[in-house]
């Protein structure tokens, strides 16, 4: 089963505002990522944040991490059009197999101009 | 670095036929991993390589798919015989992982392109 459940499934903003997707997971992780698809296109790595870590940054985006709620948000800043894509988290195990990253269905951002 | 390489990007096949799916990981990466993306199932893991030695294949659907790695610098998915329920699109991704078969990284993975696979 997905380790990593995205919500919303969709959605869709005006350029400029802000976007937020959330992730829950169901068991202990060693880190957590966020990737973008974008249409026929392979995911690209956007932002890892470790266990011990409870929010990160990176240009237009931040991702938080509460642990005891074992749940994440992306957030993106002043939208453009370009971000429109989907979004993936992907939880790495902190067990035997934490080579495995196990990645949710995702949610699909529209950013209309 | 020209990133992780897929051929073909897409693949129509008729029902019964052989597929092979190749890949070219990012140079220096240990970890190889093959992945299928499909609307209903979403994005499922299918086989993972360290140092060019199959790690996991629990996620091979059948014994229709076969991977191999000969080289660092080469990896092959087989279909064989292909049906019209193997239609996805099929991800290649390369970390950068620990050398010496030690447990592995979980960092960042590089994603291909991708091959959409259409079987008839």
């Known amino acids: 089963s997905q380790q990593g459940e995205e919500d919303p499934q969709a959605l869709s903003i005006q350029e400029g505002e802000n976007a937020t997707m959330n992730c829950s997971y169901k068991?202990?992780?060693?880190?957590l990522q966020w990737y973008r698809q974008n249409s026929g296109r392979g995911l690209v790595h956007l932002i890892l944040?470790?266990?011990?870590?409870r929010e990160k940054h990176s240009g237009r985006l931040r991702v938080t991490l509460d642990t005891s709620k074992k749940s994440s948000s992306l957030l993106i800043t002043a939208s453009r059009a370009a971000d429109t894509a989907s979004y993936f988290c992907?939880?790495?195990?902190?067990?035997?197999?934490?080579?495995?990253?196990?990645f949710g269905k995702g949610t699909k951002l529209s950013v209309i101009p | 670095d020209a990133g992780v390489i897929q051929s073909p990007r897409h693949e129509v096949t008729e029902m019964g036929q052989e597929v092979t799916l190749r890949c070219k990981p990012i140079s220096g990466h240990n970890s190889l991993f093959w992945y299928r993306q499909t609307m209903m199932r979403g994005l499922e893991l299918l086989i993972y390589?360290?140092?060019?030695?199959?790690?996991?294949d629990s996620g091979m659907p059948e014994d229709r798919f076969s991977a191999k790695m000969p080289n660092a610098s080469f990896s092959t998915l087989k279909i064989q015989p292909s049906e019209p329920r193997d239609s996805a699109v099929y991800f290649c991704?390369?970390?950068?992982?620990?050398?010496?078969?030690?447990?592995?990284?979980?960092?960042?993975?590089?994603f291909g392109p991708g091959t959409r696979l259409t079987v008839l």
């Open positions: 944040i470790r266990s011990n870590e």
């Open positions: 390589f360290n140092n060019n030695v199959p790690i996991d």
């Open positions: 991704a390369s970390s950068l992982g620990l050398a010496g078969g030690g447990r592995p990284s979980t960092d960042t993975q590089y």
């Open positions: 068991t202990s992780i060693n880190n």
């Open positions: 992907a939880t790495a195990g902190s067990g035997a197999g934490s080579y495995q990253l196990t």
